[in-house]
């Protein structure tokens, strides 16, 4: 019934054009006015209850929408019936916030009863807890019920970068600044870039926090960095885009700069005068405290450049305060006719697929620069449009050839702790024979294991991979697989192979404490169920997308091997499953 009233509504509008006695110019002074309702109508038609089908597609869906499917995920999904009802239960759930887990979990580290009552105690905290950050991550990712959320943040943490590689950022501050990512990634672009921006250990890794305006004694000039960079990675990039994210050329075929130098150096204006609140301006004057390190920076006025700034053909006028100022340029960069393609490409590629269409890519784009309730910016519309566009849910079918990405290391982990209910337990740090503290911990520390890729621990403002990076036989048919920077020549066969089958060494030396619950697979082993095994992962681990090779192989290697104990058995199974190109490439 809705998607006949909406062509009937758009039917009779255009009736209403065509018939009506009035002139030409009356006609179109009459469409101006109710293209608006068209477009709303159109945007509108796009939130239609899309039905879930199965439980592999149900599980395909949760590979992009959630850090892995588990059995129950599966379940609940094939039983709401329906995208748009989870999409409200994800909504609607509580956020988990790395601060309140270490204020939670964290007690009698040095002898500190509890950070709750001792917020100034973060200190010894930070000097005590290097790993932390990693370990609230992980087990945040395996156990929060706020999936969608959490797995947008990690999306944006790789986008607007910052990393425990500067030396400058303390733990707590990095906890805080991916609570910020947490917090945002349902809400508001603009907000997330203010927050982003305000935030100190942003200003710390991208050396804005204490940046003073020009000194025309000492001939010293404000930082560039981050003026850059929050034009290059953060908002609108290096070139000038259609909505559909295709690049604009001049009529020599180069492509059109979005921002000159000009540009930077008069954006950098703006991010002068901003410091965390120590009383101190300058970041080597004063200490820092675990407030300074969480709240966001302050302005103060005396270091700021109060002359008018010419940034992308806009003017913020003279004698603005810096947040005034910092606030005026974001907006600037919040409503530029790149913002919403290039947002838009980034999600797509790190939720769904590394090549999008441009067709995908500007559908998602307008739901970024107005959702049906008017809005720019709102991050729901933006991610429920990015993961139930048409392309996202059957592109492995409708463009089999290019659809689909390769998982990330840490993504192999996390669906691997979560399909196969990967227990932590109490991790210990002794000095001594002296326990220093105690807490629920997978400890999986070693990132060498990752291929080095650990939260918030990129080594470049670049993040792991660049997003139009691919090997040279990919780059000659134009597309790009931006985590094969972080395979190697060796794959993550070893790392996975060893963390299923509890390979003494990794968890000897790590002392990891993931253990697998694997008694449904043991169960099919038990009683010869080969084939009910290989469709068990397959809709759990691959969405469905298991080749019939794949599946043989397999098959051929369990009837071979069927003298190994069914624990050791049902490991190596999964090793051999998501050690596959099958599951490599996430479709």
Known sequence: MRIFNFHMGILLLLVTIQTHAISIEERQVLAQKIMPIITSLLLSNSTIAHTVTSEQEASAFLSRATFGATPQSIVHLVTLGNYDQWFREQFNAPASYHIDWAKQHLKGVNNIADLKDSPKDWKRYNDTLGYMQRDVWWDIVVHGRDQLRQRVA?????????????????????????????????????????????????????????????????????????????????????????????????????????????????????FTGLTDDNDFFFVDDGGSTHATRTQPMIGDDTHHDTSAKQILGHTIPA????????????????????????????????????????????????????????????????????????????????????????????????????????????????????????????????????????????LTVFNYFTPDDAPFSLKNASLVAPELELYGTQGIHQVVMGLINQDGFIYDTYNLTADLQLETEKHFLENREYDALLEHLNTLLLGGFMSNITKSAIKTYIQDHAGLDNDTLARYVISLVMTSPDYALQR
Do not use: C
Not at 204 to 219: Q, V
Not at 350 to 359: G, I, K
């Open 154 to 270: 990690f999306a944006l943490s790789e986008i607007f970068v910052i990393s425990k590689e500067s030396s400058f950022i303390a733990t707590d501050g990095r906890m805080s600044y991916y609570d910020v990512l947490v917090k945002n990634a349902l809400g508001n672009f603009e907000t997330l870039l203010q927050d982003v921006t305000y935030h100190p250990s942003m200003g710390k890794y991208l050396s804005y926090l204490g940046n003073a305006k020009a000194d025309p004694i000492t001939g010293s000039h404000p930082d560039e960095n981050f003026a850059r960079e929050v034009m290059q990675l953060f908002t609108i990039g290096l070139y000038q885009l259609r909505i559909d994210g295709t690049i604009k050329y001049d009529g020599d075929g180069k492509a059109l700069p979005t921002y000159n130098q000009n540009d930077i150096t008069e954006m950098a204006k703006v």
């Open 319 to 458: 004698g603005g305060t810096t947040k005034q100022d910092v606030n005026a340029a974001l907006h600037i960069l919040f409503t530029h006719d790149n913002t919403g393609p290039f947002i838009a490409r980034r999600l797509i590629q790190r939720l769904v697929t590394s090549n999008p269409s441009p067709e995908y890519i500007q559908r998602v784009a307008k739901i970024f620069n107005r959702n049906t309730q008017g809005i720019r910016g709102d991050m729901k519309s933006v991610i429920t449009a990015i993961l139930l566009d048409n392309e996202a849910l059957h592109g492995a079918t409708t463009r089999p050839l290019t659809f689909g990405k390769f998982r990330e290391p840490l993504l192999y982990f996390s669906h691997l702790f979560r399909a196969f209910g990967a227990q932590n337990s109490i991790n210990t740090l002794y000095q001594g024979a002296t326990p220093l503290y105690q807490y629920p911990s997978f400890n999986f520390h070693g990132n060498d294991y990752t291929q080095q890729e650990a939260p918030l621990e990129a």
